[in-house]
């Protein structure tokens, strides 16, 4: 990951809605979650869900799988624990404090 990726998915999460669906689905694990379930929980209409998990899909945050007539979403965990990566790549390097509870 390069900075000009990690701010693309810090750009494509700046809505708090957009937040909200990636967490849920984020919880869902690999069990993801049909669109219809996802708007009825956060109580979004569908068609502004569409727009929003198109826009989480271009960035790579959440990908989808058919099954029969819906639609499953599911979060890029991979792709989120590469950007937690990408962010404390550096955590207490210049730092005198040998008690850093993040990266020891």
Not at 7 to 34: C, D, E, H, W, Y
Request: with cysteine.
């Amino acid at each position: 990951m390069n900075i000009e990726h990690a701010s693309q998915v810090f750009g494509t999460l700046n809505l708090p809605i957009r937040l909200q669906i990636f967490q849920k689905l984020a919880a869902q694990g690999s069990k993801g979650m049909i669109a219809g379930e996802l708007a009825k929980q956060l109580s979004i209409a569908p068609n502004n869900l569409s727009f929003h998990l198109k826009t989480l899909t271009t960035a790579g945050l959440i990908h989808s799988q058919q099954a029969g007539r819906f639609v499953h979403y599911y979060a890029n965990l991979a792709l989120m624990m590469e950007l937690v990566a990408f962010l404390t790549t550096n955590c207490c390097k210049e730092s005198d404090d040998p008690n850093c509870k993040f990266c020891g």
